[in-house]
């Protein structure tokens, strides 16, 4: 990657797609010329372009509500009616000013004269909707303001669209790399200034770079993985074994999947238009997700004994659970698919619906509970997809990052500890357990990997990068990271991989624990 890369906004969010409609945007055209209305704020017009109000009412849900902005934003294209351009211009506004919000603050910091905090929170939405548009998309200034500052008048009234029409002047005054460069001559460390440019809290940045290293990686690809967090995911499709089918994906424009088999890259908008998305038989899945559920299926069991009792210990809301009850029914193995929270072990059932009913059940239990004596060595298969602090995924939830502390992952790591030792008593001796997180943290990873070894002197650590390999369709995924001790982890890269940033480790248990 070149020295100066920027942060970009999230243009794949529409697909690329331009509108021009008038009154609205088209390509900045390159000229870089940012001509603005001559026209009074107060005399401009009045009704607000109804996509970039879906934007700021899912704005306003995230900073108001604590909402999330993934679960927000469809009532709200539906609620305004937006047809598919203008829904694919609303999220990547919303789901852009989300991400880039940490840059944008550091920018509009410099052209309000008081401090962010003091502004209404409303207004100070409507800034960095507005300084989004002007700085990482591809609209007009003059369209980017006119449109703000119209928003500003229905939602925040005439007073404060005069000080937005101010404030993003100033904004427009300079590109995006020339505002970073500005606020850069501020900042001393590298950490600093990685967090400023990609828009990320300094801890996870911090936590990032560490990961890197942990997983046998360079801390120079910590912009490449920051770059990739802002960018919007490519929806994965799974086809369930012998019940799905990806051939009506393929017709509308999906692209076969590169790394997990059956899978495709869809991008034609819409998914639920998919009949068999619908029936639930094709699943949006990441393809780190579908790899992962895979590689635990799929390894030889060590002593090639008994393999029809799967678990899934923390399967909510089931995206792994149905991938493994399809491949478990192709086996005449069933899958317990356990999950403590109510409503998501409804997600669970809903997302296994698909898969015949003889093969899954659904329990409702701490995953702790599973290690109890009742449980010793009843299963042949475990998957702990632990609770994790999602540091992997932050490209899927825009607002998350803003959102997560260091305390989070202190406080999941002894959770995790305790579930995978839980797992590792619910195993029999010769079946396997996989280890998942969505995170590449190393306190939650490697760190809870080794503990549990130190733990559990029955368990031994698989070669779980041959297992992932066995099951890419390249063969070699490019994951592994070799264990002291024997054995090996894998650790999936959004910068690499185009995945979540998953992490596995598969173990196995030698001999019943001591005193059972
Ligand atoms: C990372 S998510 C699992 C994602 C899921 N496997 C999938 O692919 O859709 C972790 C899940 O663990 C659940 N969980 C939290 N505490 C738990 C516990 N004590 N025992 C079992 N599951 C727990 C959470 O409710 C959450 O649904």
């Not at 449109?147 to 995006?176: C, D, F, P, Q």
Request: charged share 25%; with cysteine.
């Amino acid at each position: 990657m070149s020295g100066r890369s920027e942060y970009r906004g999230n243009k794949a969010d529409n697909g690329g797609e331009r509108r021009n409609e008038a009154g609205r945007e088209r390509n900045r055209g390159g000229s870089g010329e940012r001509g603005f209305s001559t026209t009074a704020p107060s005399a401009r017009k009045r009704k607000a372009d109804p996509a970039r109000l879906t934007a700021w009412e899912v704005l306003r849900a995230v900073t108001a509500d604590d909402a999330y902005a993934n679960l927000v934003l469809p009532g709200r294209i539906r609620a305004n009616h937006l047809d598919k351009r203008d829904a694919g211009f609303a999220t990547e506004l919303a789901y852009g000013a989300l991400r880039g919000q940490g840059l944008y603050d550091a920018v509009l910091a410099r052209c309000v004269d008081r401090p962010l905090d003091q502004l209404d929170p409303a207004v100070l939405d409507t800034l960095r909707l507005g300084a989004h548009q002007l700085l990482s998309m591809r609209v007009p200034s003059h369209a980017a303001l006119d449109e703000t500052v119209s928003l500003a008048r229905m939602v925040v009234g005439a007073g404060a669209s005069g000080l937005i029409n101010a404030v993003l002047r100033k904004v427009a005054a300079r590109e995006l790399e020339a505002w970073i460069d500005l606020l850069l001559e501020d900042v001393a460390d590298d950490v600093s200034a990685a967090a400023l440019r990609y828009s990320h809290p300094e801890w996870i940045v911090r936590a990032l770079r560490q990961s890197l290293v942990a997983h046998g990686r360079e801390v120079t690809e910590i912009n490449d993985l920051l770059e990739a967090d802002n960018l919007a995911p490519v929806v994965n499709l799974v086809a369930l074994p012998s019940l799905g089918s990806l051939d009506e994906a393929f017709e509308n424009g999906a692209e076969p999947g590169t790394l997990a088999p059956d899978s495709a890259y869809y991008s034609g908008g819409d998914v639920s238009r998919l009949s068999s998305v619908r029936a639930g038989t094709t699943r949006v899945q990441d393809a780190g997700s579908q790899l992962v559920a895979r590689a635990l299926a799929g390894i030889q069991l060590p002593d090639g004994g008994r393999d029809t009792v799967w678990l899934d210990l923390c399967a909510g809301p089931g995206g792994k659970a149905s991938l493994l009850a399809a491949l478990a029914a192709e086996r005449d193995a069933t899958l317990t698919a356990n999950e403590p929270t109510p409503h998501r072990a409804e997600l669970v059932r809903r997302a296994l619906d698909a898969v015949p009913e003889e093969t899954w059940m659904v329990t409702v239990e701490d995953g702790r509970d599973f290690g109890d004596e009742l449980n010793q060595g009843r299963f042949d298969r475990v998957m702990v997809d632990a609770p994790c602090s999602g540091l992997g995924a932050l490209r899927r939830r825009p607002e998350s990052r803003w959102r997560k502390t260091a305390r989070d992952v202190a406080e999941l790591t002894v959770l995790q500890g305790e579930l995978l030792d839980a797992a590792l008593r619910a195993v029999r001796p010769g079946g396997v357990v996989a280890y998942v997180t969505c995170s590449p943290h190393p306190g939650e990873t490697v760190a809870v990997v080794q503990d549990a070894l130190a733990r559990n002197k029955d368990a031994r650590l698989l070669d779980t990068a041959a297992a992932l390999d066995a099951v890419t369709i390249t063969g070699a995924a490019g994951a592994a990271n070799p264990m002291e001790g024997g054995g090996s982890t894998i650790q999936l890269w959004p910068h690499v991989h185009s995945t979540d940033a998953m992490f596995m480790a598969l173990f196995t248990r030698t001999e019943t624990p001591a005193g059972t």
